[in-house]
Structures are given as structure tokens and as C-alpha cells.
T-cell receptor, first 112, second 115 residues
Framework: RKEVEQDPGPFNVPEGATVAFNCTYSNSASQSFFWYRQDCRKEPKLLMSVYSSGNEDGRFTAQLNRASQYISLLIRDSKLSDSATYLCVVNGGGTSYGKLTFGQGTILTVHP | EPEVTQTPSHQVTQMGQEVILRCVPISNHLYFYWYRQILGQKVEFLVSFYNNEISEKSEIFDDQFSVERPDGSNFTLKIRSTKLEDSAMYFC?????????????FGPGTRLTVL
């Protein structure tokens, strides 16, 4: 099983749509969870951290289910500028606190 | 806003040559990292560095790789004898702390092409 697994997409949605991305991770000792965004040929940038209680940042909502080892990201009212690759990222458990493990990424294209 | 910088943006080298990729982390950060991303593939952890020594390294980070903080600002990745499969984007990152929600800030990357 891959350490962090995502549906690669691509997701093609119209402006204003709601889109959801899912992710699963294999290491039950993982401590921290994130969604990063990566534009074409650019560096990953933190979109938001993910907490068990769920958290929201504007149009973005992230959820974590530790029991199922499942992470989700919901984007509401999609904008053209949301087009990017969304990376599910896990901060390794045990003594690997600094090592980020990335999923393959889910490609999102928002069209007019 | 402080940012991580990397030079060069693109490096082309011949197989077997040594390359040094340079990074300037954010000034008050204590933890430094290198990641790589082969074209079309996921971002992969190479190494983390703290207090002038390697904290953790991946299987990719073999004897051909080394890291150094030669002065108070630079953090370098050296590949001693490059292989074709080393062609990738190399990202440097830094963070204030190690655990939990300490965000790792990534530099813009160096694209390494090995011919």
C-alpha cells in the first residue's frame, strides 16, 4: 500500500462548482496532516493543516479521520485561480517528525 | 515576506560530474530539508538537517549525496557523480521547528538535468 494515496484525477469543473478530494495514508503513527498546493513547475505551498475536529479556511474545508486514516479537502465556489495540483501530505510518525510524505497529487482544472 | 531562495534555477551537467545546489533558508529557521521531484512524479523526501548534522535521510540519499551548512546562511546539496536518474527538480525547505504544525517553507527549486 502506498504511504499516501490520492485519486490523481484530473478533475475538470466549472467555476462555482464544489469539488472534493480524498486521500488515505498508511502509517497510523503519523502526527500531522496537510494539504499543499502546487502550480505547474512551481514549489509546493501550504494550503492548510488538517485537524481531527475539521477545519475551514474560507472556501476550503479539510477533514481528518484517524480511525480510517483518511483525509479530505472540499473546495466550494471554485475559482479559475484554484486550478493547480493538490497534494495530500503527512508528517511521518515515530521519530520522523520532520519528514513530509507526499501523495501523487490531484490535478484540478477550473474552467469558465 | 521572508522566503527560501535557491540557486541556480536550472543546472545542466554531464553524467559523472559533481553538482552543488545552493539554498538560503529563512533566517530564523533551524531545520532544513531537501526534497526532489522527478518530472511527473510525487515530491520525495531526501534529508533533514539540524544543528549541523543530518537528522534523517531517505533511501534515495546514498553515498553520492551530501549536505552542508558552510556558513550561517547557506545550505547546500552536493551530488558527487551524477547519474541520468538524478534529473529532477530539487526543492530546499526550512522550518522554525520540527514537529507538529511547523510549516515547511519551500524554495522555488533547482531543475537539474543530467545528460
Amino acid at each position: 500500500r502506498k504511504e499516501v494515496e490520492q485519486d490523481p484525477g484530473p478533475f475538470n469543473v466549472p467555476e462555482g462548482a464544489t469539488v472534493a478530494f480524498n486521500c488515505t495514508y498508511s502509517n497510523s503513527a503519523s502526527q500531522s496532516f496537510f494539504w499543499y498546493r502546487q502550480d505547474c513547475r512551481k514549489e509546493p505551498k501550504l494550503l492548510m493543516s488538517v485537524y481531527s475536529s475539521g477545519n475551514e479556511d474560507g472556501r476550503f474545508t479539510a477533514q481528518l479521520n484517524r480511525a480510517s486514516q483518511y483525509i479530505s479537502l472540499l473546495i466550494r465556489d471554485s475559482k479559475l485561480s484554484d486550478s493547480a495540483t493538490y497534494l495530500c501530505v503527512v508528517n511521518g510518525g515515530g521519530t520522523s517528525y520532520g519528514k513530509l510524505t507526499f501523495g501523487q497529487g490531484t490535478i484540478l482544472t477550473v474552467h469558465p | 515576506e521572508p522566503e527560501v531562495t535557491q540557486t541556480p534555477s536550472h543546472q545542466v551537467t554531464q553524467m559523472g560530474q559533481e553538482v552543488i545546489l545552493r539554498c538560503v533558508p529563512i533566517s530564523n529557521h533551524l531545520y532544513f530539508y531537501w526534497y526532489r521531484q522527478i518530472l511527473g512524479q510525487k515530491v520525495e523526501f531526501l534529508v533533514s538537517f539540524y544543528n549541523n548534522e543530518i537528522s534523517e535521510k531517505s533511501e534515495i540519499f546514498d553515498d553520492q549525496f551530501s549536505v552542508e551548512r558552510p556558513d550561517g546562511s547557506n545550505f547546500t546539496l552536493k551530488i558527487r557523480s551524477t547519474k541520468l536518474e538524478d534529473s529532477a527538480m530539487y526543492f530546499c525547505a526550512s522550518s522554525v521547528g520540527l514537529a507538529g504544525d511547523n510549516e515547511q517553507f519551500f524554495g522555488p527549486g533547482t531543475r537539474l538535468t543530467v545528460l
